[in-house]
């Protein structure tokens, strides 16, 4: 009776480690290198972690996990370099292992990323007989400890479209066998490591833009000849900083993960899961434990390619498209602006050659110029504006008192291209004044009912370069 005890005791155990020989963690959001080799450089840090699990802790010789992880990038950020060290007990199996993992990163897309990762080392599986209580004479068990290492391999791949993200891994694809013997005694035992497989389903739901995001996700776990798992979760993350995974495993547990990023660089998170079913009445709770730094500077926490989901890559590249947009649109109205600055340059030249043989055919001798100087001192004169005939009497200038003269030609047809002129490039409305006996055209402006008036006409019409524009100076005229 006691043999079939023990014997049954050992096959309860060994179920039990088969279907767990791939421990489990609750962090896939948090550092998915622990799940699966192609999240191995998914930031553009180097990043190191710890992790320690306590699972069923009301029951002796329940599982418990330690990892030591570190990964990045390589200078070109098409590879993925990752370093995973385990230990993982549960009860009389003790399994230690060391991988080495390389990831490629292909872009297919804008939009669309896939990367591949083998995952390669050594596993030492130790089984304790010596923990074993009862009569081991009597059963196919060896009577001391016994320790074997052998070679193992993982294969990931990950493949993100837009907000969408699948990961699949396949574990322990040597299938390898530990033969563990006593040759005196003539008993032996194998061990062999399982196939298992792993699958996530998320999308990635920017709620408030860089404020919240929110990630639901499902998640089947499987091996040969154990029926799949389904968990469900959702993983929240807030400013990129503070996060929340709220979960439930089937026939196992509901869970919550707890953590955040502090200083830029230290990473603390934690799980405690609640188990359900038949094993919570005497299994007690699960926990864990995670603590990672980052190394390098890290401008902020938005610089990792994990933490931009794909709808904020979305909006980044509409923005660039509109910001595009905007430069051509500058560029656009800058050969406007270019084609109308020449010409502008080509009317203004145009302008100048204008004025300048305006003025070449004004030639004025020493007898005009005294007898423009007279025609200042004048009080009374007849007025006219451009489009009447010069002897014709401008009744708003003999009620006037005061005008600008800009300009003053020999002839008719002189004085109104000066005219012209100005109304063109100032928009300036001027008159024709000429003195009887006189043989000079003077152009005036309106005319003011006192000096402080005309005198702020004249200083704006210095200010416009008037006498670029004419020939002659500007000066003020008075009717009395």
């Not at 710890?50 to 599982?63: A, D, K, M, V």
């Not at 490039?425 to 006189?438: A, D, R, V, W």
Request: hydrophobic share 35%; glycine share 6%; with cysteine.
């Amino acid at each position: 009776m006691k043999r079939l005890f023990i014997i049954s005791i050992l096959i309860w155990i060994t179920g039990i480690t088969n279907a767990q020989q791939i421990p489990i963690n609750d962090q896939y959001f948090t550092n998915g290198y622990f799940t699966n080799p192609a999240k191995a450089g998914s930031e553009t840090s180097t990043n190191a972690f710890l992790f320690n699990r306590q699972q069923w802790t009301g029951i002796q010789g329940s599982p418990q996990t330690s990892i030591f992880s570190i990964d990045g990038l390589t200078h070109k950020k098409k590879i993925g370099l990752g370093l995973l060290i385990s230990n993982d007990k549960d009860n009389i199996f003790n399994r230690t292992s060391a991988y080495g993992t390389y990831a490629y990163n292909l872009k297919i897309t804008d939009n669309q990323k896939i990367t591949m990762a083998a995952s390669a080392g050594l596993m030492n599986v130790n089984i304790s007989f010596n923990d074993i209580k009862g009569e081991k004479s009597d059963l196919l068990l060896l009577s001391t400890d016994a320790n074997k290492t052998n070679f193992d391999a993982n294969f990931g791949v990950n493949y993100s479209f837009k907000n969408l993200e699948v990961g699949l891994v396949a574990y322990q694809l040597a299938g390898t066998h530990f033969h563990y013997a006593e040759e005196t005694a003539g008993k032996a035992i194998n061990y062999q490591l399982i196939q298992h497989f792993f699958g996530i389903v998320s999308y990635h739901y920017s709620a408030i833009p860089d404020i919240l995001t929110v990630t639901p996700s499902v998640i089947v776990r499987s091996s040969l000849g154990i029926t799949p798992q389904i968990e469900a979760s959702v993983f929240t993350k807030y400013k990129r900083k503070l996060w929340a995974n709220l979960g439930w495993r089937q026939n196992a547990c509901g869970y919550l993960s707890l953590g955040g990023i502090f200083y830029d660089n230290i990473i603390i998170g934690g799980t405690y899961e609640y188990n359900i079913g038949s094993i919570a009445k005497f299994s007690g709770s699960s926990f864990e434990v995670m603590i990672g730094y980052r190394f390098g500077k890290v401008p902020n926490s938005s610089s990792t390619i994990s933490d931009i989901s794909n709808s904020d890559i979305e909006q980044l590249k509409t923005i660039a498209q509109q910001q595009s947009e905007k430069i051509d649109n500058l560029i656009s109205v800058n050969k406007t602006l270019n084609s109308t600055i020449q010409t502008n340059k080509e009317q203004i030249s145009s302008v100048k050659e204008e004025i300048d043989r305006m003025k070449n055919s004004s030639f004025r001798t020493p007898s005009d110029e005294k007898q423009i100087e007279q025609f200042k001192k004048t009080h009374e004169v007849k007025s006219f504006s451009g489009n009447d005939h010069p002897d014709s009497t401008n009744s708003s200038f003999n009620q006037s008192k005061y005008c600008v003269i800009v300009g003053a030609y020999k002839t008719i047809k002189n004085a109104k291209l000066g005219q012209k002129i100005l109304k063109r490039e100032i928009k300036l409305k001027t008159y024709l004044i000429k003195k009887p006996g006189s043989s000079f055209y003077f152009i005036a402006t309106d005319f003011f009912d006192n000096l402080k008036e005309v005198n702020a006409e004249y200083k704006r019409l210095k200010s416009l370069n008037v006498e670029e524009l004419i020939n002659g100076n500007a000066w003020v005229y008075s009717t009395k």
